[in-house]
């Protein structure tokens, strides 16, 4: 009976602080945001063998577009970001796809599509971004951190412009948050303490 109670104390602390590091990172490098003003919803792809979305990029679309602030579907550019990394079509492309035929979104789409790198989405989708007031990046928490902490040290001035996406939700994945979270901690290795702190 103890070592039951101890592996169910142990799997639900694992399960919190799977969401603890998730929660905190989506809140790392961003602004609390006004309203106003034009809006991009960065989605970054994953690799993607094959013509058809994968479960994550399904996810990380799902979340690109539930982003997007109330109201201003019209309004917001959404930009999918990933080339062709495994031989088969840009993961921008298959996200793309995915939006307008499956999800129905029919916003403005522009595509990024030579991206292989986390550093390169985002110096690729740079040009794409100078004249929004509000930027959001969406995909797993850990990796929009990275993506962000890169626009920062790339260009601290659209960094500013940094607010969040809704690429976190309590209980979502929570089985695999603890993955996450450990996987996290290795992709977000070189990044400095201030950048993987969350801002007030």
Request: hydrophobic letters at 45%.
């Amino acid at each position: 009976m103890r070592r039951r109670t101890g592996l169910a104390i142990a799997g639900a602390a694992t399960l919190v602080w799977g969401e603890w590091l998730n929660w905190r990172w989506s809140r790392a490098l961003v602004d609390n945001g006004g309203g106003g003003g034009a809006e991009a919803v960065v989605v970054l792809g994953y690799r993607n063998p094959r013509a058809a979305a994968n479960v994550i990029n399904r996810w990380r679309v799902r979340a690109g577009i539930r982003s997007i602030t109330a109201g201003r579907a019209r309004g917001t550019r959404v930009i999918f970001s990933g080339g062709a990394t495994s031989g088969g079509a840009a993961e921008a492309q298959v996200m793309a796809d995915y939006a307008q035929s499956v999800l129905g979104f029919d916003g403005t789409v522009l595509l990024e599509d030579r991206s292989r790198t986390t550093w390169e989405n985002i110096t690729n989708v740079i040009p794409l971004l100078e004249d929004v007031d509000r930027i959001k990046i969406a995909s797993q928490p850990a990796h929009a951190l990275k993506a962000r902490a890169y626009l920062r040290r790339q260009r601290p001035d659209l960094a500013e412009r940094l607010v969040r996406a809704d690429d976190y939700r309590p209980g979502e994945w929570i089985v695999v948050k603890p993955l996450l979270a450990l996987y996290g901690l290795w992709a977000l290795r070189g990044l400095t303490a201030r950048e993987r702190k969350p801002s007030p």
